[in-house]
């Protein structure tokens, strides 16, 4: 079982930068996926940036340019010129690897899940 933990969430005006941080806990197999979703009132959840084992990373296009996805023992999204419409609630999730494809920006997906950190933008 993994245990995801988000931090890193806050309020900040139109064009700030916010890191959210993703702690995982429990057993991680060697090759996986790792990814940053967020979902705001009213709207589906959807994947923001996803990393695999090896480092591959995907991005969704309304983010392409402003955020950075990143891990060490930690899962990271540096997110840079904030947009008021990214705001949401961000979730860490992990799941299994796509293979030799990128890793996949469907929340469904991935296995695990963190509680979500509130991300305002104004």
């Known amino acids: 079982h993994v245990q995801l933990v988000e931090s890193g969430g806050h309020s900040v005006q139109a064009g700030g930068s916010l890191i959210l941080s993703c702690a995982a806990s429990?057993?991680?197999?060697?090759?996986?996926?790792v990814g940053w979703f967020r979902q705001a009132p009213g709207k589906e959840r959807e994947g923001v940036a996803a990393?695999?084992?090896?480092a591959r990373t995907r991005y969704a296009d309304s983010v392409k340019g402003r955020f950075t996805i990143s891990k060490d023992n930690t899962l990271y999204l540096q997110m840079n010129n904030l947009k008021p419409e990214d705001t949401a609630i961000y979730y860490c999730?992990?799941?299994?690897?796509?293979?030799?494809?990128?890793?996949?920006?469907?929340?469904?997906?991935?296995?695990?899940w963190g509680q979500g950190t509130q991300v305002t933008v104004s």
């Open positions: 999730a992990a799941g299994p690897t796509m293979g030799w494809l990128l890793c996949s920006l469907n929340p469904l997906k991935y296995n695990y």
């Open positions: 990393i695999d084992s090896d």
């Open positions: 429990g057993c991680i197999t060697s090759r996986y996926c």
